[in-house]
């Protein structure tokens, strides 16, 4: 039985999807290195602090604090590309990364001259964001598999 030869199309769609499976290999490996920088910066700050023998500023605190949430997003980022990798539903995990976000701001947040406001803004994107996961999964839509 002959196969038939690959048109040029084919080899063009065949070669475009090397391109695209390269790109994301390059964004898991980015979001990889840029974690691993985040964790050497945070053990470097917090090795600082530590050698001080000082306690910490309310300022400080919150460096830390969103140095470590900042590593949690990068993960949560990992592992949206990871699922995307392997043609997997990423609803669930874009909505966790979008949750870890929004809760850094929270943890974070310093008073600015329009505290009341932002905090407002922030309230209302942490509702806007639970309610979505919540709907979704209510809705069994985080519990697809696009491959199906």
Same mark, same amino acid.
């Given at each position: 039985?002959?196969?038939?030869? #690959?048109?040029?199309?084919?080899?063009?769609?065949?070669?475009?999807? $090397?391109?695209?499976?390269?790109?994301?290999?390059?964004?898991?490996?980015?979001?990889?290195?840029? /974690? *691993?920088?985040?964790?050497?910066?945070? *053990?470097? %700050?917090?090795?600082?602090?530590? +050698?001080?023998? &000082? #306690?910490?500023?309310? +300022?400080?605190?919150?460096?830390?604090?969103?140095?470590?949430?900042?590593?949690?997003?990068?993960? %949560?980022?990992?592992?949206? *590309?990871?699922? $995307?990798? &392997?043609?997997?539903?990423?609803?669930?995990?874009?909505? %966790? /990364?979008?949750?870890?976000?929004?809760?850094?701001?929270?943890?974070?947040?310093?008073?600015?001259?329009? $505290?009341?406001?932002? /905090?407002?803004?922030? +309230? /209302?994107?942490?509702? *806007?964001?639970?309610? +979505?996961?919540?709907?979704?999964?209510?809705?069994?839509?985080?519990?697809?598999?696009?491959?199906?």
């Amino acid at each position: 039985m002959d196969t038939p030869t #690959p048109t040029f199309m084919d080899r063009f769609l065949r070669a475009l999807h $090397y391109a695209i499976l390269a790109i994301e290999v390059l964004v898991a490996v980015a979001l990889t290195a840029l /974690a *691993a920088g985040a964790l050497v910066s945070l *053990a470097a %700050e917090m090795w600082v602090m530590a +050698s001080t023998g &000082r #306690p910490l500023t309310h +300022s400080e605190f919150n460096v830390v604090v969103g140095g470590v949430l900042q590593v949690f997003i990068l993960v %949560e980022l990992f592992r949206i *590309a990871i699922s $995307y990798m &392997r043609h997997e539903n990423v609803i669930p995990t874009v909505l %966790e /990364a979008a949750l870890v976000a929004v809760a850094r701001q929270f943890v974070v947040f310093e008073g600015a001259d329009n $505290y009341l406001q932002t /905090a407002i803004g922030l +309230s /209302a994107l942490l509702l *806007a964001v639970a309610l +979505s996961w919540w709907l979704l999964n209510m809705g069994q839509a985080c519990a697809l598999d696009i491959n199906d």
